[in-house]
């Protein structure tokens, strides 16, 4: 098996663990952890951060696969808290890369001199909260037994790799591969049979670059997704220079919106407003355009099925034009679900990849996979013999990560006992029982749906004030009421059943990991309406929240 065995932590051969003090220990070098040991610091609080990887990055530190890039406009995916930071960086195309993503993260590490309060190569086991001291002890796998008033888990929505779920891949002969723990050197596939299992975005973002270097290409198949073109060009310099006059207008309307991306403008109609017409014009509109703007073609098209079945269909036609056999079209049409239920996809020619000679669907709605044979993969009666194999299988998202560590609250109260139904959360912040411990874009929060690196500035900036007014009233602990956080569950699943969200088998619900609670992870009542709920807490004293004296 194939995988980042560079980044494994590794124990600090034969040395005894270390004992450490901190008032924050900050989890995940990602874009939410990076900002908050920024806003620490400045703070003037001592501060570690832990991070499993043997660098920053989070997300784009592992998920180094061939064609690995953001859908998200660079000149938007990018931090906003520092204006200067803002005007120097130079993006070289409309969506950037996985590469430049981590050498900007990179850029930002050192540039805020943040690199010397991390700790690489080190992953929390656990985390205890010790009520006698108020404060939470933590073990990491090298040993260290660190304390600290805060743990703000920046541990990503998207970080977890759902294993692979079937049988005998020690027996398999070839390599392994997954797209979340893409090995750091290049992976030739020259000449090779491969296989690919997944199409949601990162399948289908490698998918047609392996099928160019493959002798032959197997992409397996469950269910088809909705790709819309991504249209990644060159960053055009006047068109740079035009956003960065303006840039902070840019970021007020960002935050203002809903999903964080206005380069493309959200329309403000409702589907049937409009002429058959112009709702054609607007779909095609965007499908020129390129990138995740359908989501603000018309205001009801998540709340409205025969709505969404305008833009599902239009987006079927497409794909009907792109891939010359019908019968393989059909195959590749999304069907049964709402567009944008199970998030939308990016891509470039992955529809054209089907007329390539060297690749063959499995539908595996067919014929599930059964197992790894020494030589590939064993489809119903069928054996594929592959010499390489890629997950793209997806993640435990939104969960997993935090649910992978023993975190204890008061009276020893476990996490993963109490989040066994679906998580439990006040805003997606903080959880009741586990005084002090922050989570950034945590289930119950807008996170995956709203721009993901301000929703993380958001979220960080939210922790830093809170903790800045904890030590200002002299308060020692801050935890949720169990009647705010019921409320708030309350009120997610309220806003989630006026959608058309809960129709699809989706990760938003956790609906792609066997045995896991079917339950609305993200906040869908868009970003505005959070940070608005959000700052009225602060500004009603932190209502919903115990705050307890030191
Ligand atoms: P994903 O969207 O969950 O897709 C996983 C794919 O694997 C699905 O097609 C799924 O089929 C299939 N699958 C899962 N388990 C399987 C099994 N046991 N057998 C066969 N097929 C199986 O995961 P992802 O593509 O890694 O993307 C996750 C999220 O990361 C995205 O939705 C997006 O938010 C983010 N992302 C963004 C970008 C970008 O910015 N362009 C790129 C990559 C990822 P089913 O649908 O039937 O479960």
Redesign the pocket.
Same mark, same amino acid.
């Given at each position: 098996m194939k995988a980042d065995t560079q980044a494994k932590p590794t124990k600090l051969d034969g040395q005894p663990g270390r004992d450490f003090d901190f008032d924050v220990v900050v989890i995940g070098a990602g874009f939410a952890g990076i900002y908050m040991l920024y806003r620490l610091r400045g703070m003037g609080l001592s501060a570690r951060l832990y991070e499993a990887g043997d660098g920053v990055g989070g $997300?784009w530190y592992w !998920?180094r696969y061939p064609g690995?890039?953001?859908?998200?406009a660079s000149l938007e995916y990018s931090y906003s808290f520092s204006e200067e930071l803002q005007q120097e960086w130079k993006w070289s195309h409309r969506?950037a890369k996985q590469p430049e993503i981590l050498a900007y993260i990179n850029h930002v590490t050192d540039r805020f001199d943040l690199r010397r309060d991390m700790q690489f190569k080190t992953r929390m086991t656990s985390t205890v909260f010790a009520e006698g001291k108020r404060r939470w002890q933590i073990a990491t796998d090298c040993g260290d037994r660190v304390s600290a008033q805060f743990c703000v888990m920046a541990t990503g929505c /998207?970080s977890a790799? =759902?294993p692979?779920?079937?049988p005998g891949p020690e027996s398999f002969k070839g390599n392994v591969y997954h $797209?979340?723990y893409w090995p750091h050197e290049r992976v030739d596939f020259s000449g090779q049979r491969v296989g690919v299992?997944? $199409?949601? @975005? @990162?399948?289908?973002?490698c998918i047609p670059l392996i099928a160019e270097e493959a002798a032959h290409l197997h992409v397996?198949?469950?269910?088809p !997704?909705f790709s819309v073109p991504?249209r990644n060009c060159p960053m055009d310099p006047d068109y740079e220079r035009s956003i960065k006059a303006n840039y902070a207008e840019l970021r007020r309307r960002e935050r203002e919106s809903d999903f964080g991306f206005m380069l493309v403008e959200p329309n403000t109609k409702s589907t049937f407003e409009v002429t058959p017409e112009e709702r054609q014009r607007e779909y095609e509109h965007r499908w020129e355009a390129g990138g995740l703007s359908y989501y603000t073609s018309f205001v009801d098209l998540m709340v409205n099925r025969e709505a969404n079945e305008t833009v599902a269909e239009f987006v079927r036609t497409k794909i009907r034009e792109k891939v010359r056999d019908p019968a393989l079209a059909e195959l590749l049409c999304p069907k049964g679900y709402p567009f944008g239920a =199970?998030?939308v996809? $990016?891509d470039t020619n992955y529809y054209e990849t089907f007329n390539r000679d060297n690749v063959t669907l499995v539908d /595996?709605r067919k014929s599930?996979?059964k197992k790894f044979t020494a030589k590939g993969l064993q489809v119903g009666d069928t054996e594929y013999e592959l010499d390489s194999v890629v997950?793209?299988?997806?993640?435990d998202?939104m969960t997993g990560a935090l649910l992978n560590i023993d975190i204890r609250g008061r009276g020893g109260r476990l996490l993963k006992q109490k989040w066994a139904e679906g998580p439990r959360t006040y805003l997606g912040l903080m959880t009741e029982g586990f005084p002090n411990l922050f989570i950034t874009t945590g289930p119950g929060s807008p996170s995956?749906l709203y721009n993901m690196v301000l929703g993380n500035e958001q979220h960080v900036d939210w922790i830093a004030n809170c903790i800045e007014h904890l030590r200002k009233q002299d308060r020692a602990a801050i935890e949720p009421a169990v009647e705010a956080e019921q409320a708030w569950g309350e009120h997610v699943n309220e806003v989630a059943n006026q959608t058309l969200f809960p129709l699809a088998? @989706?990760?938003y619900l956790g609906? !792609?990991v066997p045995g896991k609670p079917r339950v609305i992870l993200p906040y869908l009542g868009g970003f505005r309406a959070y940070s608005q709920k959000c700052n009225e807490v602060v500004s009603k004293g932190y209502e919903g929240f115990a705050l307890t004296a030191r």
């Open positions: $997300t !998920n690995a890039a953001c859908d998200v969506y /998207l790799p =759902k692979i779920e079937y $797209t979340a299992v997944g $199409t949601g @975005s @990162s399948g289908i973002q397996f198949q469950r269910t !997704n991504a =199970k998030r996809c $990016t /595996l599930p996979i997950f793209a299988t997806g993640f998202a995956v088998d @989706s990760w609906a !792609n």
